[in-house]
């Protein structure tokens, strides 16, 4: 234990000390202050080379003011075993944070959506997503949270004294609650004739031809959400037969309840899609243009670009506001290779890796993304400064075609460093006023 001289405890030492002590831990919360609850979805119920796409609104999840550190999740049985990827592939969850009338009865209440490449959001005018601060189009990935296979390898904690603050009463409208939606997309691939295309979402493996809403699906798109929404199959082996079983999406939430030491990040996600177009607003604005998958042409059709098999999608992304990376991860499906997001210079924001299974127990699946490496660097040592253009590429092995990828990006960005926030929100604090009349 260290002690320290009686001293160090006169005002202005104090504020010496408080200002200037580093980041890393000052006013962060400790683990005995960290509060953890473990959650199961609705269940959902798929049989071999079945397709579950569900959203359930009005998830139990943490209420009150309070800072998010975490949230993993993962496929799980009636039994609570984990579910191999090589059995049901999570090809993704997503969870979204919205607004619901304190008045309107869940139950009673039909809650409409609108579907936006498999993601959809909530459509009814009495609800209100609350997005993140991304910089795509509309509702166009504007969830909090979302993986895919890679979820039991990829960390999600926000370290000390940051956190993803949620509930503020002063932010919810009056008359509304906050609640929260989970989107779990899971395909069953016992017994099918190509496990990977059928993860892949390949349509002639789902023998469709029209998408979800009936309507006609275009020619040259080959594999995607298109094809392979809820209650759709992929072929069987000729005689295969198995059981149908019920599954669980298993999701651990951790958090601490708010306090003014805690710094808000927002949440950033980027897709190596994106591309600028003028808005229809006939102003001559312009909006970005997620499509949130692309399809990877294999390298054998001589599209090697200079780059082998190995095949690279870039885009430039500028970033209104900026501020300190804290954390930043990518997400990619199988036969991602690695994903890096560059400042304007072209130095390297954060690099993340895919790390692939060698076995088949959970969370070691062979030849499937079980991870990807995280960015935690060091708080103040990253920054993006405001109207910042951002080049994000997305590498993904053309040894052999691929449908329906994503390149993501996940970024968690402060606007403030620690002492910077302190010093903001302690200005009306009777403290710093006796400070400052000493110090005067």
């Known amino acids: 234990m260290r002690f320290v001289s009686p001293e160090l405890f006169s005002p202005l030492a104090i504020l010496v000390l408080i200002l200037g002590t580093p980041c890393s831990c000052a006013f962060g919360k400790t683990e005995n202050n960290v509060k953890s609850a473990v959650f199961l979805s609705p269940k959902f119920e798929l049989g071999p080379g079945s397709v579950a796409n569900k959203y359930y609104d009005d998830v139990d999840f943490p209420r009150g003011h309070i800072a998010l550190k975490s949230f993993n999740a993962e496929v799980v049985d009636e039994a609570g075993n984990p579910v191999p990827l090589h059995e049901t592939y999570l090809h993704h969850w997503v969870v979204v944070r919205y607004y619901q009338p304190k008045d309107v009865s869940h139950s009673s209440y039909d809650v409409t959506h609108e579907r936006y490449d498999g993601h959809r959001i909530l459509h009814d005018s009495d609800y209100i997503m609350v997005r993140n601060s991304g910089i795509c189009q509309r509702n166009f990935l504007g969830q909090y949270y979302g993986l895919g296979s890679e979820t039991r390898g990829t960390a999600t904690d926000v370290p000390d004294p940051f956190g993803i603050v949620v509930g503020n009463l002063a932010e919810i409208p009056e008359g509304y609650e906050e609640k929260w939606m989970i989107n ?34 275009r020619e040259d798109y080959k594999g995607g959400l298109y094809c392979c929404y809820d209650d759709t199959h992929c072929r069987l082996r000729e005689g295969f037969e198995g059981p149908k079983r019920s599954l669980y999406l298993r999701y651990t939430v951790k958090w601490v309840d708010w306090d003014k030491f805690i710094v808000p990040v927002k949440i950033y996600i980027l897709d190596v899609t994106d591309t600028l177009k003028i808005s229809d607003d006939s102003k001559g604005n312009f909006e970005h243009d997620c499509l949130t998958e692309y399809e990877v042409q294999s390298c054998s059709t001589g599209l090697k670009d200079g780059n082998g098999c190995n095949h690279v999608k870039r885009t430039n992304l500028p970033m209104q506001k900026g501020g300190y990376v804290i954390y930043g991860v990518a997400h990619q499906h199988s036969g991602g290779t690695g994903s890096t997001l560059y400042g304007q210079d072209g130095r390297v924001i954060c690099s993340s890796i895919p790390s692939y299974g060698k076995g088949k127990e959970a969370g070691n699946e062979a030849d499937y993304i079980v991870g990807m490496s995280t960015c935690y660097p060091r708080p103040g040592s990253v920054k993006i400064i405001d109207g910042e253009t951002l080049t994000l590429e997305s590498n993904y092995s053309s040894s052999r075609g691929h449908t329906g990828v994503m390149g993501l990006f996940y970024l968690l960005v402060a606007e403030q460093l620690p002492h910077q926030h302190f010093r903001h929100s302690s200005r009306s604090s009777s403290f710093f006023t006796n400070i400052n009349s000493i110090i005067d």
């Open 184 to 217: 779990v997309h899971a395909i069953d691939t016992r017994g099918v004739v190509d496990k990977m295309g059928c993860t892949e979402c390949k349509c002639d493996l789902y023998n469709v031809t029209e998408d979800k809403h009936g309507k006609p699906i």
